[in-house]
């Protein structure tokens, strides 16, 4: 059985210690965080900005896409909710959050065919 279970040696070199330099250390958490910051936190607030940007933005005309994948013109706009036109008179109501993007004039005309 003993290949199964080391024995325990008492005989041997003493362990070295663990201890290291705690600047090294804070240096190394500090150079993390960063890392986060640049790679994941930056990318993700830039990326909500231009979302809200987009969203003050729209207007009556504005051909868009919801997060659903509806493809329609904007007919009517409140503080929260806009009227999106689907074609053939369906209209949806939707919140100004589930815009995913604002295509450009036109678009729907050239998905339509």
Not at 9 to 23: H, S, Y
Not at 54 to 62: F, H, I, P, S, W
Not at 101 to 107: A, D, E, I, N, R
């Amino acid at each position: 059985m003993s290949f199964f279970i080391s024995d325990a040696l008492a005989e041997g070199a003493p362990a070295a210690q663990q201890g290291g330099d705690p600047m090294s250390s804070l240096i190394f958490f500090g150079g993390m965080i960063l890392i986060f910051y640049f790679l994941l936190i930056r990318p993700q607030q830039k990326r909500a900005k231009e979302h809200r940007n987009l969203v003050a933005a729209l207007g009556k005309g504005d051909e868009v896409v919801t997060n659903g994948g509806l493809l329609g013109k904007v007919t009517e706009v409140g503080e929260e909710y806009l009227t999106v036109d689907l074609g053939s008179d369906n209209q949806v109501k939707v919140q100004k959050q589930a815009i995913a993007t604002v295509l450009p004039k036109g678009s729907i005309k050239e998905a339509s065919k």
